[in-house]
């Protein structure tokens, strides 16, 4: 059982929609990460979020934490091939090892 | 600044022999971290080194040992390698005053045969 579940697991869109990936969990993070991998090649970490409720911004990327920091939300604008890839989110547990989600595997057709 | 570098970045060994794999953190990174990451999975942590002393560890069998030197980079190590071993092993690194914000190796692919 994952401790972070994301969703969706796969999604397939035309370059120019808009997108949204949940991840969530039960337990209470301290802070949340989200990375992207592409094939072949390690997890790059995109943003840390910290606060409950807070939002960042990352060009066409927006990453928001929930209140009860059990949750967060990655939208992504007019997306383009180039966003193709594995996207993961990861907290801290309650023994400050980073735990992941399995992760939304994003496909951009051009 | 020089990021994560593991190696070997492939590698095909056969069920039950043993493997070593190897990290060099991040400048200025006194902690690593082992992940494996099976195919279409999220990584899965393995365990954490600190000041050359396993700190944490998740749910992987005693084959699983590793190490790590006083320069900081570590080593994995897996014995009696099983099918299921074969995956991704990635290593991060982190400092460990600042939190938990780790940053990735490209991996190491292990394939079992």
């Known amino acids: 059982t994952q401790l972070l579940e994301q969703s969706p697991q796969f999604l397939s869109i035309q370059e120019g929609e808009n997108l949204t990936v949940y991840c969530n969990s039960s337990s209470v993070f301290s802070s949340l990460q989200w990375y992207r991998q592409e094939p072949g090649e390690g997890p790059v970490l995109l943003v840390t979020v910290v606060t409950g409720g807070e939002v960042k911004k990352l060009k066409r990327l927006t990453f928001q934490f929930g209140d009860a920091r059990k949750d967060s939300s990655l939208h992504i604008t007019a997306a383009q091939p180039g966003d193709t890839g594995l996207y993961l989110c990861a907290g801290e547990d309650n023994n400050n090892d980073m735990r992941f989600g399995a992760g939304t595997r994003l496909t951009v057709k051009p | 600044d020089a990021g994560v570098t593991q190696s070997p970045t492939h590698l095909i060994k056969t069920r039950g022999q043993q493997v070593t794999l190897r990290c060099s953190p991040k400048s200025g990174h006194d902690t690593v971290s082992w992940y494996q990451q099976a195919l279409g999975q999220g990584p899965q942590f393995i365990f954490q080194y600190y000041e050359e002393e396993e700190r944490q560890r998740g749910n992987f069998p005693d084959r699983f040992s590793g190490h790590q030197f006083p320069n900081y980079s570590s080593e994995l190590n897996v014995n009696a390698l099983l099918l299921g071993d074969s995956a991704l092993y990635l290593c991060?690194?982190?400092?460990?005053?600042?939190?938990?914000?780790?940053?990735f190796g490209e991996g190491s692919w292990l394939t079992v045969v």
């Open positions: 991060a690194s982190s400092f460990w005053r600042s939190g938990n914000t780790i940053y």
